[in-house]
């Protein structure tokens, strides 16, 4: 009888410990997901100390910019939310009342890369700025280095512009200084705040490209961060079984065309525009149905891409990657060759149209009408994974343009305009 004791007492001996285990394993689950969540995710309270941090540079009279009133003074920007900027730039959503002429108020975005004290200085310690001559020829050296920037971006001719630093800043410069009660102050706090902003390749790009209408629109600046048009984005059409909603066929074929529209566009600019993370997220869309390049970080101009490709050495192709702008392996020099294998398009189709998961309907283009089912399944297939080159297997390559040609007629027919 006792051995019966003391099994029994041993089992739940056991089974105590047991639970024990699984209760402490659950615990740490918790703690580490939370600890991760955090890690991963903006706060509001980080998110308004960023807010804060910037207006008591600007109180202090160390930064400037178009907007740095209204944020700081007259409250008519207002926080709202905040993205998981942790591992990206810093992305808040505000609210502005005085950003479009007729006082009606929109959701704005406050974009800004590094961390307010990490900001890109102009060292000028060597300056002494207390005549008016002095303070001109160093107004005419930035003006150089501002040049210089757009050019880095582009090989542009920046001579058409008369005014470059307004034209950078999207805030009258002269005006400024003229506003302003100590010239001296001002003409560093400025152009400070400029360089700050114009070290920023998005921000620099926006102001190159800000004719197109896929450009978001700057509505003004405040030292480094800069205040963009708020779109929805592409990331909304994604993962929609998920989230428990769906978007029409007709509406997604019709932003699918747009997207065609688009890169068709970047490949005709005077230099072509190439687009390195092409991800549902990183595209905008306006209620008109227009498309828009939200994060052009890593957007490239063709030369700049050859350039990046020609640094390279190499054993295998993904070496040569620069993102989604896919290079090729030289294995006789070990050297990346100075030529994208693939083409923006093929990256849309991969990464925006078929999806992350290829065998899941993920993808803007998931779940078409059944008359279109087959022969779309099989340009998507054309689009994302060309097989052009023979010798060139295994690498990603350029969408044919008869492809583009018959997916936009497909698409134009589901959606019954043809
Ligand atoms: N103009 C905008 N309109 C709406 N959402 C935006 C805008 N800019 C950025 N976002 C949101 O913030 C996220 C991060 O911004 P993004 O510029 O892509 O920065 P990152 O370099 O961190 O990817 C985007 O994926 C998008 O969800
Ligand atoms: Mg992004």
Redesign the pocket.
Known sequence: MAIFRWMRRRVKCCCLSCCGVMVFIVISLALFGRHMYKKEHCTEGESKKIIEDLCKLYKEGEVAGSLCNALCETEDVHYQTC???R???K?L?LTCDSCVPDKTRVTV?M?M?DELDEREKLNMFHLELDTSERQRQYVEEIEILVKNSFMFLRHNDMSKHKDILSFAWGWNFQEYLENSKDKKDAVVVALSSLWSLTEQQ?YLMSRDLYNHSFT?RIYGTCGPAYF??????L?NYEFEILKGWTHSWRERATIALKLIDLMKELDDLSEKLHLC?IKP??F?LRDNGEV?L??T?CALFEENLLMQFNHTNCTSHDDCDFFDCRGFCDTKTNKCLQERTNNNMQAVCEDVFVGYFPKMPTGLLRDPPGSIKVELFKLLQECSSPEVETDRQGVRQRVQPHTIKNLQELLHKSIGEQ
């Open positions: 993205t998981n900027y591992k990206g730039k992305v959503f975005v974009k890369k998005e978001p963009v048009e708020n779109t929805q984005t990331g993370d997220d990183n905008g828009t939200i994060d970080d």
